[in-house]
Every structure is written in C-alpha cells, then in structure tokens.
C-alpha cells in the first residue's frame, strides 16, 4: 500500500522568510513518480513537479526547490522568500509507475499562509 | 493549449435532487479522474477511467453515485437523490496515460439545501 504524510498541517510565515513544506513517503514499487501540487483560494489544484524516483537530482524552479532523498523517502519543497501570493494549500502526491493501482495517492496538504 | 473544464462552477440544490457534473479533458488524454474535496480536507478518489471504461469505481461512497464516459473524452458524474453529506468540490483531472502527471479543472461547487 502507499501512502504519503505530509506532518505539517498549517504554517504560518511572514512574507520574505523561507519555507520547507516535509512530505513523507511510503511504496513497495521500486519505480514511482512523486509530485507537488498548488491550490490557492481559487480552488484549481495546480501542477508543480513531477519527479521520477529514478532521478535524485535536486530541482530549482526560480523561488522553488525539491529535495527528493531516497533513503528518508522524502520529497520536500521548499519556496525561497515567500510571497503572499504563495498561500495556498499544497499537496504532494505519489503514483506508482509500473504494476499496481492507477491512483495516484495525496497528502493531506499543508495550508501555507504568508503574512505581509 | 484548453486545460480541463468543469461545469456548472457553481451548483445549489435541494436535498432529494438528482445533479449532473461535467468534465471535458484534455484533448487526448485517455485517462480522466473524479475527486471529492470536502471544506478543509484533501482528496478524496471517486473514480477512474480509462478510455470510456471505469477500472476502478472504488471511491464511489454509494450506489446513488455514478459516473459515465464517451467518446474518450466527456464524462459526467451524477449523484442521485443528494444528501446533505454531498456538499463538496467536486474535481475533475485527466492525464495522456495512467499514473501520468494529472492536469485538473477548476472544480464544480456542490451545495445541497
């Protein structure tokens, strides 16, 4: 079975701080896809990244960054002087990419708030 | 390129009402996946399909759920007899293939009085 953690209910930063957002996972599937996905207040779930567990390399998006460590099956983002703009609720995301259920399985999702 | 849509954006009904709920794809994508979201809470799967077929209708929480797909691209969820239990976002995604990255619409707001 999968799953996937995401610890941190809310965090609450002031605009400028930098922000990790932890996300735990857990597959018998040798190869998978992990993903990060935005909802701001809007409601529409927003695609981020996809990272094959075949690549370990770290990802820099201008602000954004993932550190994908296979040996703490982990996969956190982190968001580099955080904007309001950047509150939303997010979610990680983890799918099997051979054999195994099509459905890919969510955290729970962080809220992150960023205060002016 | 259009991304997914969902219609209506908005829906209140009363309780012991029948809705449909729409989602129109990607162009070409053959897999196409429904979602509940209560207030404040994650994902919740409803069901997959694949092509027009429905593989995994697991998450359906009862029978007065159910969802149909054709010509591998519209598919319409219709719940029967609304609860009030019902009320929730109702999200729609579809991808190229299964377990690929999947792009979701905007959500259809279910409301049931």
């Known amino acids: 079975a999968q799953k996937v953690t995401q610890a941190q209910t809310e965090i609450s930063v002031v605009e400028k701080e930098d922000v990790t957002l932890d996300c735990v996972y857990e597959?018998?599937?040798?190869?998978?896809?992990l993903f990060w996905y935005k909802q701001p207040p809007s409601g529409e779930l927003v695609f981020l990244i996809r990272?094959?567990?075949?690549?370990?390399q770290n990802e820099i998006s201008g602000r954004y960054s993932w550190n994908f460590q296979k040996s703490t099956s982990s996969f956190n983002f982190t968001i580099t002087a955080s904007q309001v703009v950047d509150s939303a609720v997010y979610f990680c995301?983890?799918?099997?990419?051979?054999?195994?259920?099509?459905?890919?399985?969510f955290g729970r999702g962080t809220s992150l708030i960023v205060h002016p | 390129g259009a991304g997914v849509s969902q219609s209506p954006s908005n829906k209140v009904t009363e309780k012991g009402k029948d809705v449909e709920l729409r989602c129109d794809p990607i162009?070409?994508?053959?897999?196409l996946y429904w979602y509940r979201q209560r207030l404040g809470q994650g994902l919740e799967f409803l069901i997959y399909?694949?092509?027009?077929?429905?593989?995994?209708k697991s998450g359906l929480p009862s029978d007065r759920f159910s969802a149909e797909r054709t010509g591998e691209s519209v598919s319409t969820l219709t719940i029967q007899r609304t609860q009030q239990e019902d009320s929730a976002v109702y999200l729609c995604?579809?991808?190229?293939?299964?377990?690929?990255?999947?792009?979701f619409g905007p959500g259809t707001r279910l409301l049931v009085l």
């Open positions: 995604a579809s991808s190229l293939a299964p377990r690929e990255t999947q792009y």
């Open positions: 597959t018998r599937d040798t190869t998978y896809y």
């Open positions: 990272r094959n567990s075949f690549d370990e």
């Open positions: 995301a983890l799918s099997g990419a051979s054999g195994g259920s099509y459905i890919p399985t």
């Open positions: 162009s070409g994508h053959t897999a």
């Open positions: 399909f694949q092509g027009n077929s429905a593989p995994d």
